[in-house]
C-alpha cells in the first residue's frame, strides 16, 4: 500500500503518496511533474538523475522516495531559472558544454554543490566531482571549462 | 487532421548581427538545455496514456510454438496486447528487408521482442508481460561468424549465412606482392560496442479520432522511421506523423525504427496515447549495436617503404538481421586500405548472420573498426622496412588527383597539413628515444 | 614500472551516404519585418545542427541569426531529410538550405532592383540590408522590400531547395565507383604511459587536427571532436560488451566502461580549414571523423611505450599484460616516467 | 510483484523483531545503492523494507573503549570527511575515496558495504586490516565478531534474518604502524574493483613486528593472506622479502573468472597490488617510526 512522504522540493513542503520501491527520481518526473531530473540508467551508474538530498548529490534513481521524508531536496529546477541562472548554468550556456544536454542536469547540480563546498577547486577537483556523471557526447573538456570557468565568476562576484 | 503543438517551443537563435557563419555561437537551444527544460523522449506524457512493455524472447534462436495472451490480458490494467500476428505488413530493412517488427514464427536473438502490452501503469505493464506465455523451441545457433559461414551452421533465413559479400579490386594484388621486398600480415578484431546515448529510446503515440497516428520519438531520421511505420502498418505516409522530441543522444543508434509501429497499433487500437521507454537493459541487449570486425590484412612494400599491394579481408558479425550492415560493410571496405596511395588492391568484406545482438550504424559506419586495423598495421608495416612511421605515413599518403581503389578521386587532400599542424600541437620531437 | 609513449593516426572519411541517393529539402520565409523562418526535417541530435543551420540560413539570407526561427524534425510540416546521420547534415542541408534560401533572396533582390535602380546581380544581403555591391551606402533595410515584395508586388519572397550529392554505385565486380561527393581529413596524436606490472594504460593527452571544410560553427565543431575522441578513448581501452551464447552478460554502465570525466585526459583540438567549394559556405562535416583516429593512435603509443602490437580492441589491461608477457624480454623500448 | 511495505523503526531492537517476524521477504535497508539495484534488476523480491535511517546513534563514529566505533549508517562520505577516521584510520577514509563517485559515497554506508557481502566491497581489505569487530545486534542480546568472519560467500554474510549489523569498531593504532590500500579498477572512478588490497604493518626498527595483508575480489569473501603474513612477520622490509610475500599472497587467492577479468588476471594484480601496498605501508610506518622517535 502507499505510504505518505514529505519533503522539501527546491524549498517549498510536498506531500504525495508513494509505493516503497518508487524512486525519488519517478516520483519526482511521474507523480510531482518535474520533468528536468532524467533517468538514464535506472541503477545509480550514469548520474543523469542527480539531485542534491540535503546539499548533497545523490542519484535519485537509487534514493528509495520514502527515504526523502523530511529532507531537502533541490533539483536542476530549483537551481536556477530564466533570469536567475546560477553561474554554473550561464557558464555552461556560455562555454557550449552540452551537446545533446541530457547528462545537463544532473551534471549542473553536481557542479553546483561542488562550488557550494569548495569556491575555487583545481581541474582535479572538478573532474572527480563529475566523474559519477557520465557525458556520451562532449569528452567533458567544455564542460570542466566551464565549471572552472564559473567558479572564477563567483570569485570575481565576491570581491566586487 | 490533427492539431499537436511541438514538444519543445519553436527553436529561436538567441545571437546578434549577420556574418553568422564562423562564429563561436551557443546553441540555439542552451538556455532550455541548463534548466532542464528541453522536452525528450521520456518527457513526453498526455493526459489518459497508457505504458508499453515489450515481451522479448530470452532464446537466440528458437520456433515460437505458441504464444498465449490469455493470463496476461486478465492481468489488471492491461488495455491491449499485440504480436507479430497484429503488423499488417511484419517485415523491413534497408538493403534486406529480412526483419520483423515482431517476431512471428521464430526468434533469431535474445532480446528480439514477440509481444508488446499496453497498460494503465508502467508497473501493470510490466507485470503483464512477464504473463506472456509463449512457448519455445530451442534451434540450433550459431554464434561465432566464422562457423556461421561453413555450409553445415545452422542457417538464420534462407540457404546461406553470408549475407553480403563486397569485393573491390585495383590493379593486380598478386603482381605487387611478387615486387614486394616486404610482405606484412595481421589480423585485427573488434568486440561489440554500444552506442551508450545516455537517454534510452523513448516515445509516446496520439492517436487522431479518424484514425491517423502522431509519434513522438526520440530519433536521428524521423522521415525515415516515419515512412517505415506507415509501411508496415499499411498506412498512407501522410496519415503517420513523426515529430522528434529532443534526442539524448543517437551515434547511430536511433536510426531505425524500433518501437514506433508498436505504439502506434497499441494507441490506434485502445484509442488512447501509449508510451514506452526502453530500460537500460533492453538498450544493450535488444537494440543495434556496432559490428564486431575480424579483418586480415596482407601488405607488400618494398624496402624503400613504397607501398606495392594489400589485400583485405573482412568478416563482420551481422547478428540476426542485416539492419546497417551492408551498407556498414560497403563503407568499411571501400576505406579499408587507408588513405594510402596503392597501386595493387585486393578487398574482400563478408557480412555474416549469427544468433548475436543485431548490428547497425554507430558513429563511423564501419570505419572504426577497419581505421583502427589500417593504422597499427601502418605502424607495423612501417617498422618493417624500418621507417619511422610519420615518415612512411607521408611517403604513401594519397594527395590531390590520387585516388581510393573505387577508383574514386580525392581534391584538396589535408592528410599532410591535419599531420604537421597536429605534430606542433604535441610537440612532437622524435629525439631522446630509447632504440 | 611506467613507460611512456605516443602514437600517431590519420584518415579520410565521406560525407553522407554510401552511393545511395541522400537528399534533403528545405524550406524557407522571409516575413514582412525581415525576419524569416526556416523549416528542415534535420534533427538536433546534439551535435548543433539546427544552430549550424540556422547560421547558413542568417548569412544566406543577409539575416541577422537572432532573427532566424528553425522548424525542426516533424515529417508532416517540415520538408523530407535522410536524418542525423553520416555527418551529413551541415552539408546536405545546409546546401538544400542554400538553395531554399537563394530563391527566396532572388525575389527580394528583383523587388530592391525596382527600388534602387540596380539589377538585382549588383546587389547583395547582407546584415538586414540589400545593398548595391559596389556601392555599400546605395541600401534599402531588407525588411522595407520583404514587406513591398508580399504586399506590394504580391510575391511573398519564400523559397524551397533540395540537394543531394552526385554519387554512383559500385561495380559489383571491381568496386569501382564514386559513391561520395566529398571527403574530409585528420590527424590525431595519442600520449600514453602503460603500467608494465598491470598493463593498465592511461591516456595522458589527446591532439587532433581535423580538416572538416570550413568550421561553420567552430565551437560545436570543437565540441564534437572532443566527445569524439572521447569515444575513440573508449573504443580502444574500456568498452566492450560481452556477449556469450547471444546473451549479453554486462547490461549495466557499472559494467560496460564508458569514460568518466577523471579517465579523459586533456585534449587540445585544431581545425585545418580548408573551404570546399561544393559545401554550404566551403562545409563538410565532422560528426564521425572525429572519434576515428582515437583508438589507432592510442594502440599506437602502446607501442611505442611497451614495444607490444595488439590486434584486438578494446585493448583492456589484461590484453596488454598477457602481450607483454608473451613479449620476448630482449624488446623494451620506450622511455621510462 | 507487489511492491513491498516500508518500515523506518526508531530502534535496533524494533527492526530485529520486524526482520524475524517478515522471515525472508524482509530486508534490512541502508543506503539502498546496493539492495536497490538488486531489487530492480530481480534478483531480490523485498516484501518489506526495513529502513535502519531513522535509528539514532547507528552513524555515529566515536572513539569508545581502545576503539574507533564506526556507526554501520554512515556514509562513506561522511567516512572520509571524518577528522576522527583520516586522523585514527586514514587507510579507511583512503579505501572510501575510491568507491563509487561523489553520488554514491553519499548515499552508500559503512554498514551496506559490508553486511552486502561483496566480494569486491572496498571497504572490507583495509578494515579486515585494521582487524576490525564487527557489532550485531538481534532479538536477544548483542555480539560481535571479527569482520572476517562476517563475510560466508558472495552475498552472504553471517547476519541471521533478525540480527542488524550497528558498527564496526577498529583498535585505535600504535606507534610505527602504517597501512595503505590499493585498488584496481577498469576506469579511473564509479567503477567495481577487479581486485583490491590492503595492507598494514607495524615496524620496529625497520623490523616488520606485525603484519596483515587483505584482498578483495580475489576470492568468494574478502580475505586474508595469512601465509604471506606469515613469511614477513619478524623480517625486515626489503623489496625482495615484500614480493616474495605477494607472490604467496597472489597464491592464497581463489579468485574467479568473470566479464571483468579472468582468474589468471585476478592472481596477477594480487601480486602486484599486494607487493605495492605493502611497499606503502612499510614507508608510511617508516614515517611514523620517524615523528614517534624525534
Known amino acids: 500500500m502507499p505510504s505518505e512522504v514529505s519533503f522539501t522540493l527546491n524549498g517549498e513542503r510536498v506531500t504525495t503518496a508513494v509505493e516503497a520501491d518508487e524512486s525519488l527520481a519517478w516520483v519526482l518526473r511521474e507523480r510531482l511533474g518535474l520533468l528536468g531530473t532524467k533517468i538514464g540508467c535506472g541503477t545509480g551508474d550514469c548520474g543523469a538523475c542527480t539531485i542534491l538530498l540535503d546539499g548533497h548529490p545523490v542519484c535519485s534513481c537509487l534514493l528509495l522516495a520514502v527515504k526523502a521524508q523530511g529532507r531537502a531536496v533541490v533539483t536542476i529546477e530549483g537551481l536556477g531559472a530564466p533570469g536567475q541562472l546560477h553561474p554554473v548554468q550561464q557558464a555552461f550556456m556560455e562555454h557550449g558544454a552540452l551537446q545533446c544536454g541530457f547528462c545537463g542536469p544532473g551534471l549542473l547540480v553536481s557542479a553546483a554543490a561542488l562550488l557550494a563546498r569548495d ?42 | ?30 538556455l532550455l538545455q541548463v534548466t532542464g527544460r528541453v522536452v525528450y523522449g521520456d518527457d513526453m506524457h498526455a493526459a489518459g496514456m497508457l505504458w508499453a512493455r515489450a515481451v522479448r524472447s530470452p532464446h537466440p534462436h528458437a520456433r515460437i510454438a505458441e504464444v498465449d495472451l490469455l493470463p496476461a490480458l486478465s492481468s489488471p490494467g492491461v488495455r491491449a496486447i499485440i504480436t507479430g500476428r497484429d503488423v499488417p505488413r511484419n517485415r523491413y530493412g534497408f538493403t534486406h528487408q529480412d526483419q520483423p517488427v515482431l517476431a512471428e514464427d521464430c526468434v533469431r536473438h535474445v532480446g528480439e521482442a514477440v509481444a508488446v502490452v499496453a497498460a494503465e501503469t508502467l508497473r501493470q505493464a510490466e507485470e503483464a508481460a ?19 559461414m561453413r555450409t553445415d551452421a545452422p542457417r538464420l533465413h534462407q540457404d546461406t549465412n553470408v549475407a553480403e559479400h563486397i569485393r573491390i579490386r585495383e590493379g593486380d594484388v598478386e603482381a605487387g606482392f611478387a615486387q614486394a621486398d616486404a610482405i606484412v600480415e595481421e589480423e585485427f578484431t573488434t568486440g561489440f560496442v554500444e552506442h551508450a546515448h545516455l537517454e534510452p529510446h523513448a516515445g509516446l503515440a496520439i492517436p487522431s479520432p479518424d484514425g491517423a497516428i502522431t509519434i513522438y520519438s526520440s530519433v536521428q531520421r524521423p522521415f525515415l522511421v516515419a515512412g517505415d511505420t506507415a509501411k508496415v502498418l499499411a498506412m498512407s505516409q501522410n496519415r503517420v506523423r513523426l515529430i522528434a522530441t529532443g534526442v539524448g543522444g543517437g551515434f547511430g543508434g536511433k536510426n531505425e525504427m524500433t518501437f514506433e509501429p508498436w505504439i502506434a497499433l497499441l494507441a490506434l487500437r485502445t484509442r488512447r496515447p501509449v508510451k514506452i521507454v526502453f530500460t537500460r537493459e533492453e538498450e544493450f541487449q535488444a537494440t543495434t549495436v556496432r559490428h564486431p570486425y575480424r579483418m586480415r590484412y596482407r601488405t607488400g612494400v618494398r624496402a624503400d617503404g613504397t607501398l606495392l599491394a594489400r589485400a583485405v579481408e573482412i568478416i563482420s558479425d551481422c547478428g540476426a538481421y542485416v539492419s546497417w550492415g551492408a551498407s556498414t560493410l560497403a563503407k568499411a571496405s571501400i576505406h579499408a586500405a587507408g588513405p594510402y596511395a596503392i597501386p595493387h588492391v585486393k578487398i574482400d568484406g563478408y557480412l555474416v548472420y549469427t544468433n548475436n545482438p543485431v548490428g547497425g550504424a554507430m558513429r563511423g559506419f564501419g570505419v572504426p573498426q577497419v581505421g583502427f586495423a589500417y593504422e597499427c598495421h601502418t605502424d607495423a608495416v612501417a617498422e618493417a622496412v624500418t621507417m619511422d612511421p610519420i615518415a612512411f605515413r607521408l611517403r604513401n599518403a594519397l594527395r590531390d588527383g590520387g585516388h581510393l581503389p573505387t577508383g574514386q578521386v580525392l581534391e584538396r587532400v589535408t592528410l599532410a597539413e591535419t599531420l604537421r599542424q597536429a605534430l606542433e600541437m604535441a610537440e612532437w620531437r622524435r629525439e631522446g628515444r630509447a632504440s | 614500472m611506467r613507460r611512456r609513449g605516443r602514437g600517431v593516426a590519420w584518415m579520410a572519411y565521406p560525407i553522407g ?49 537572432d532573427r532566424i526561427t528553425m522548424v525542426t524534425s516533424d515529417t508532416l510540416q517540415t520538408p523530407m531529410d535522410l536524418g542525423s546521420v553520416a555527418s551529413r547534415v551541415t552539408y546536405i542541408a545546409g546546401n538544400a538550405i542554400m538553395r531554399a534560401c537563394a530563391q527566396a533572396r532572388q525575389i527580394l533582390l528583383e523587388v530592391a532592383a525596382d527600388e534602387l535602380g540596380i539589377g538585382p546581380e549588383g546587389l547583395e544581403c547582407r546584415d538586414g540590408w540589400i545593398m548595391a555591391r559596389d556601392l555599400p551606402e546605395r541600401r534599402v533595410p531588407l525588411a522595407d522590400i520583404a514587406r513591398k515584395a508580399e504586399t506590394g508586388k504580391g510575391r511573398p519572397p ?62 560545436l565543431v570543437e565540441g564534437q571532436i572532443q566527445g569524439g575522441m572521447a569515444m575513440g578513448m573508449g573504443y580502444a581501452l574500456s568498452e566492450e560488451m560481452v ?3 547471444g546473451r549479453v552478460l554486462n547490461t549495466t554502465f557499472a559494467d560496460y566502461l564508458v569514460p568518466t570525466a577523471m579517465d579523459v585526459p586533456p585534449m587540445d583540438v585544431g581545425l585545418a580549414e580548408v573551404p570546399d567549394p561544393t559545401g554550404p559556405f566551403g562545409a563538410k562535416g565532422v560528426g564521425e571523423p572525429s572519434l576515428l583516429p582515437t583508438a589507432p593512435a592510442i594502440v599506437n603509443a602502446i607501442y611505442d611505450a611497451v614495444g607490444v602490437r595488439l590486434h584486438e580492441l578494446p585493448v583492456t589491461a589484461e590484453r596488454v599484460l598477457a602481450a607483454l608477457r608473451a613479449q620476448s624480454p630482449a624488446r623494451q623500448p620506450g622511455r621510462h616516467s | 510483484m507487489k511492491p513491498p511495505r516500508y518500515v523506518a523503526p526508531l530502534t535496533v531492537a524494533e527492526a530485529a523483531r520486524v526482520l524475524a517476524e517478515e522471515g525472508e521477504g524482509a530486508y534490512a535497508l541502508a543506503g539502498g545503492t546496493d539492495l536497490v539495484v538488486r531489487m530492480r534488476n530481480g534478483t531480490v523480491r523485498p516484501t518489506v523494507l526495513v529502513d535502519l535511517q531513522r535509528i539514532p546513534d547507528l552513524a555515529v563514529i566515536a572513539r569508545q573503549d581502545g576503539h574507533l566505533r564506526i ?12 577528522a576522527e577516521v583520516r586522523h585514527l584510520t586514514p587507510v579507511a577514509a583512503e579505501a572510501g575515496a575510491q568507491m563509487g563517485a561523489v553520488q554514491l559515497r553519499n548515499l552508500a554506508t559503512v554498514g551496506g558495504n559490508l553486511a552486502s557481502a561483496v566480494p569486491s566491497a572496498d571497504l572490507a581489505p583495509p578494515l579486515l586490516v585494521l582487524d576490525a569487530v564487527a557489532r550485531i545486534a538481534g532479538p536477544a542480546a548483542a555480539r560481535t565478531l571479527p569482520l572476517e568472519d562476517l563475510f560466508v560467500g558472495p552475498h552472504r554474510s553471517a547476519l541471521r534474518q533478525d540480527e542488524v549489523l550497528t558498527a564496526v569498531d577498529i583498535p585505535l593504532p600504535v606507534a610505527g604502524t602504517g597501512a595503505a590500500f590499493l585498488k584496481f579498477g577498469r576506469r579511473r572512478a564509479q567503477v567495481l574493483a577487479v581486485v583490491n588490497a590492503a595492507s598494514w604493518v607495524r615496524l620496529q626498527q625497520g623490523i616488520i613486528a606485525e603484519v596483515r595483508i587483505a584482498l578483495g575480489a580475489a576470492a568468494p569473501t574478502p580475505m586474508r593472506a595469512r601465509a604471506a603474513e606469515d613469511l614477513l612477520r619478524g623480517q625486515k622490509a626489503d623489496p625482495d622479502r615484500l614480493d616474495a610475500a605477494a607472490v604467496v599472497a597472489a597464491q592464497e587467492t581463489k579468485p574467479i573468472s568473470d566479464l571483468r577479468a579472468s582468474a589468471d588476471f585476478r592472481r596477477q594484480l594480487s601480486r602486484v597490488l599486494v607487493r605495492r601496498a605493502l611497499e606503502r605501508a612499510v614507508q608510511r610506518a617508516d614515517r611514523e617510526e620517524l615523528r614517534h622517535a624525534v
Open chain 1, 119 to 160: 569556491a575555487h577547486p583545481s581541474e582535479e577537483a572538478v573532474r572527480e566531482a563529475i566523474a559519477g556523471n557520465l557525458c556520451r557526447c562532449t569528452g567533458y573538456a567544455k564542460i570542466v571549462e566551464a565549471i572552472l570557468a564559473a567558479s572564477k565568476d563567483a570569485v570575481g562576484e565576491q570581491s566586487r
Open chain 3, 17 to 65: 551516404f554510401t552511393s545511395y541517393a541522400n537528399p534533403s529539402a528545405a524550406f524557407v520565409k522571409v516575413n514582412q519585418d525581415g525576419s524569416a523562418v526556416v523549416w528542415t526535417g534535420a534533427a538536433d541530435v546534439g551535435q548543433g545542427s539546427t544552430t549550424a543551420l540556422a547560421q547558413i540560413a542568417a548569412d544566406a539570407l543577409g539575416i541577422p541569426l
Open chain 3, 158 to 219: 519564400i523559397g524551397a531547395g533540395s540537394y543531394n550529392p552526385p554519387t554512383t554505385f559500385l561495380d559489383p565486380e571491381t568496386g569501382h565507383g564514386k559513391p561520395y561527393n566529398a571527403y574530409v581529413y585528420a590527424t590525431q596524436i595519442a600520449e600514453v604511459e602503460v603500467d608494465t606490472e598491470t598493463g593498465q594504460v592511461e591516456v595522458l593527452r589527446l591532439t587532433a587536427v581535423h580538416d572538416c571544410g570550413r568550421a561553420i560553427n567552430p565551437l
Open chain 2, 1 to 30: 487532421m490533427t492539431t499537436i503543438t511541438h514538444p519543445a517551443p519553436p527553436t529561436v537563435i538567441e545571437e546578434t548581427p549577420s556574418g553568422a557563419v564562423g562564429r563561436r555561437v551557443p546553441r540555439h537551444d542552451a
Open chain 3, 243 to 245: 556477449v556469450q551464447d
Open chain 4, 71 to 82: 556507526g554501520a549508517m554512515t556514509t562513506i562520505a561522511a567516512l572520509i570527511g571524518s
Open chain 2, 130 to 148: 512477464a504473463r506472456v506465455m509463449v512457448r519455445y523451441e530451442p534451434l540450433p545457433a550459431v554464434f561465432d561468424p566464422l562457423e556461421a
